[in-house]
């Protein structure tokens, strides 16, 4: 990565306006994907969640307010303190937030926060307005890569396929899960459970 960044700025003004911006894009594409893999394969080790000293008692509600705020998204609902990896659920967080955008661009993007009833966890609903996922697709947009068919960006800017597979790996690894909903009059819901440490 560092190479091919040291080729572009070699480039200097002698390459097309055009030319560049698609290359930042590509390269800022693979680095996300590099980040994603390398989260998935720790993920799928258990490492992350065996790292000592790495899980707090965190503020689900604070942390989706923090995260929210650079999407200009609404955080409404109840504290909730649970168990886990700050940069787990930051990632989580902001995967959500970050299709939502995607999807539904300059579209209000709202984040809810509450406890599950009967029991310590805390349930996360991220909405957004955008064409929605049929409901075949609703469970295939967590398998890694799987891009929806139907609910294709308007800008035509694509992630790289990973993101809601992370939010599902997180959400299990801490007894929970993740789920795609129809939102009433248009839109997304993810739901997301967190159950506190993993099991």
């Known amino acids: 990565m560092t190479r091919i960044r040291m080729a572009v700025e070699l480039?200097?003004?002698s390459a097309p306006a055009d030319l560049?911006?698609?290359?930042?894009r590509e390269i800022a594409d693979l680095?996300?994907?590099i980040g994603e893999l390398l989260l998935a394969s720790r993920l799928e080790a258990?490492?992350?969640m065996h790292r000592m000293g790495t899980e707090e008692?965190?503020?689900?509600?604070a942390l989706a307010a923090e995260e929210g705020s650079r999407?200009?998204?609404s955080v409404h609902g109840s504290p909730v303190e649970i168990r886990c990896e700050r940069a787990l659920l930051r990632r989580l967080l902001r995967n959500l937030l970050e299709n939502a955008r995607r999807h539904a661009p300059g579209a209000p993007i709202e984040v809810e926060v509450e406890p599950i009833e009967g029991s310590p966890g805390a349930r996360i609903r991220v909405m957004d307005r955008g064409a929605g996922i049929a409901?075949?697709?609703?469970?295939?947009v967590f398998e890694p890569f799987y891009q929806s068919r139907q609910a294709r960006p308007p800008t035509g800017e694509r992630g790289v396929g990973l993101g809601l597979a992370l939010v599902r790996r997180i959400a299990r690894l801490h007894r929970g899960d993740a789920r795609c909903l129809p939102r009433p009059g248009g839109g997304s819901i993810f739901a997301i459970d967190l159950m506190g440490p993993p099991s």
């Open 31 to 33: 680095d996300e994907l």
């Open 135 to 140: 409901e075949e697709e609703r469970e295939r």
């Open 11 to 13: 480039l200097g003004e």
């Open 20 to 24: 560049r911006v698609r290359i930042e």
């Open 71 to 73: 999407y200009e998204a």
């Open 46 to 48: 258990h490492q992350v």
């Open 57 to 61: 008692t965190i503020d689900v509600l």
